[in-house]
């Protein structure tokens, strides 16, 4: 535990970090003697009690971060005398009832984070005079009431992010105000009304949240202007009426739509589509229509018979049988187009080789371009792989998830033809001599990882369990997005499951402590090897790296860096900037090397939740943005 003497330290200290070193007991009163300290950090701890008065001693305070402990009691009004402070880090504590009012006289602040606590109350309407702010989180509260005017003030925010709360009414419309907010979240509350039309002079909006509320009426069309938008999800609302189709709209998921009230338009949202006026027809037009239907009918369904008796024929001779597996597909492929597209399966076209079989290149007469996954059927294992794929991918629809085309199956050939990803894995990419992939290429890349495990845990009516997470299973299209691939050992969890035991083991390096030992494996088990997966992209190490032996591994390695020494560890061809940017970068990595080690917690209750891993790195993805 903290001594009483830490307040005996040196008046002219002005840092002190005491982090994630999992002191327990109380905040002694007596850190207030510290009288000129600029940086306070005891975060990641297992400290409790009381956030102790005397902090409104630290009049030069700028930083100020409790994060992660087991904290309770009120935020008394002791911050308000800090008017140097800039950044207030109370998240994940048991801090409970409301706001202080006063914090809004503190005009420097630039990051107030707050989430997972048990704040109550409303959000006081002096945080609009927060000019500077630049992060506002108040997720996982207890907070409610309506969402003031005033937070359409806050000029220079960038991340807002108040979801998982109690907050009803509508959406004010002077959130319209916040031109550079990159990141909006404000689902799983109690809104209701319209989305207001003024959301879409929100010009630098790239994420936007409203899914699990009680917001009614239409989707704007003006949305339509917002050309950085990337994540739009208004899923589980009383929306109607036509969903958008163009600009950002083009490249969304239809899992962003869905369980609203009466949403109509294009069929790729998996919607109806929209009803079109007939009342003013003449009965005479809607006859010859008719007519014209019947008379069609009449001779395309002797010619339809004929068709398919001729295919009913000539695949008795066929050893072949293609089944779709997806709505939107580029027709059926045969066994003979397959061998055709990929030149009978030459090694030429071969890209990638795995435990059950190998992907090829094809070209289909369309001139489009597939992968082509052929199963080893010599490998019993190979028959339950290509089973577990065609079930588990047949209900999935994700953005970061590689899309099947179609399959073709007989007793001596099975393959699936997927989405061709013209550059190729993620492990190629990281390790090519031929390529480089940026900080933010690469944070990016993790973002849209951790986006499609948010949707195979939290997003489909069972579970998925990816069981297999690697940067080789990890494809980046033309525009560097990245899609999660190579289902094969993957495990549906029924109801009522949260976890379950298999006897297929994973890629070693990547497999958490309990799915190697025990063959336990649950949606903690992936994220466990996502965290491993993450240190390895930032350092350019294998976990099964020859300097990695015994005790000492990948995560040990990058733990003992933490948090003075990540320069260490991180890949050296990050680090190209100098000074002031550099340190920023620094600061960067050593963000995205916490929430890789939350993720790596031996106990897999303690491992973060991929909801709040998304959230977490799309906030230093903004943070990366301002360096």
């Keep these: ?19 994630r070193c999992k002191i327990k007991g109380l905040i002694p009163n007596e850190v207030g003697n510290l009288s000129n300290l600029l940086v306070l950090d005891l975060s990641g701890n297992n400290l409790v009690g009381s956030i102790p008065t005397s902090i409104g001693n630290l009049r030069n305070l700028q930083r100020f971060n409790l994060n992660n402990n087991k904290l309770a009691g009120f935020i008394g009004d002791d911050l308000c005398k800090l008017q140097g402070l800039g950044d207030i880090y109370l998240g994940q504590n048991q801090l409970s009832g409301s706001l202080p009012y006063c914090l809004g006289n503190v005009t420097s602040l630039r990051t107030i984070y707050l989430g997972s606590n048990k704040l109550s109350s409303n959000i006081p309407t002096s945080l609009g005079n927060l000019k500077d702010l630049v992060v506002l989180d108040l997720s996982s509260n207890n907070m409610g009431g309506s ?15 108040l979801s998982m709360n ?5 959406i004010p419309k002077e959130t319209g105000g916040l031109q550079n907010l990159v990141q909006l979240s404000l689902r799983h509350n109690k809104l209701q009304g319209s989305i207001p039309d003024s959301m879409s002079n929100m010009v630098g909006l790239e994420f936007l949240d409203l899914s699990h509320n009680n917001i009614s009426g239409i989707i704007p069309k003006s949305l339509e202007k917002l050309h950085y938008l990337k994540y739009f999800n208004v899923s589980v609302n009383k929306l109607y009426g036509e969903i958008p189709s163009w600009g950002p709209f083009k490249n969304l998921s239809s899992q962003f739509f869905i369980l609203n009230e009466a949403l109509c338009g294009s069929t790729r949202f998996k919607v109806p589509p929209c009803p079109t006026s007939s009342k003013h027809k003449p009965n005479g037009k809607k006859m010859l229509v008719l007519f014209l239907i019947l008379g069609i009918a009449l001779v395309f369904i002797p010619i339809t018979f004929v068709f398919v008796w001729i295919r009913y024929v000539r695949g008795k001779r066929a050893p072949q049988q293609a089944d779709s597996l997806s709505i939107t597909t580029i027709g059926r492929i045969s066994y003979y187009e ?74 001596d050939f099975k393959a699936l033809v997927l989405e061709y990803m013209p550059n190729g894995s993620l492990e190629k990419c990281l390790y090519s001599h031929n390529y480089f992939l940026d900080i933010m290429q690469r944070l990016s890349i993790m973002i849209d990882v951790a986006c499609a495990l948010e949707y195979l845990h939290h997003g489909c009516s069972m579970p998925v369990i990816h069981c297999d997470l690697k940067p080789s299973n990890v494809l980046l299209d033309e525009n560097m997005v990245a899609h999660l691939s190579d289902f094969g050992i993957s495990k549906l969890l029924g109801e009522a499951e949260s976890d379950l035991y298999t006897k297929t083991l994973a890629t070693l390096g990547y497999i958490a402590p309990e799915y190697g030992l025990d063959g336990l494996v649950s949606i903690k088990s992936d994220v466990y090897s996502y965290g491993i997966m993450l240190m390895e992209i930032f350092t350019r190490r294998k976990p099964n790296d020859e300097i990695f032996e015994g005790d000492f591994s990948l995560k040990q390695w990058v733990s003992n860096s933490l948090p003075e ?9 990050l680090l190209t900037s100098m000074d002031n940017r550099l340190e920023k970068e620094l600061d960067v990595m050593a963000s995205i090397m916490r929430v890789a080690l939350d993720c790596c917690v031996e106990s897999p209750a303690r491992r973060t939740n991929v909801k709040d891993v998304v959230g977490m790195l799309h906030k230093i993805k903004i943070q990366l943005l301002s360096c």
């Design 338 to 411: 397959l061998l055709q597209a990929t030149d009978a399966l030459s090694e030429t076209n071969l890209i990638g080789s795995g435990s059950f079989g190998s992907v090829y290149k094809g070209i289909i007469r369309s001139g489009a371009h597939i992968a082509v996954k052929v199963f080893n059927l010599q490998l019993e294992a190979a028959f339950k792989s290509f089973d577990t794929e065609c079930e588990v991918l047949r209900s999935l629809r994700h953005r970061n998830l590689v899309k099947v085309i179609t399959s073709c199956s007989n007793l």
């Design 147 to 161: 969402l003031p005017p005033e937070i359409g003030n806050l000029n220079v925010a960038t991340l807002i992010d």
């Design 565 to 573: 020494a990540v320069m260490d560890v991180v890949d050296v061809n």
């Design 1 to 19: 535990m903290l001594p009483v003497s830490t307040g005996n330290l040196s008046t002219s200290l002005i840092r002190l970090h005491i982090f």
């Design 166 to 170: 109690q907050f009803s009414n509508e």
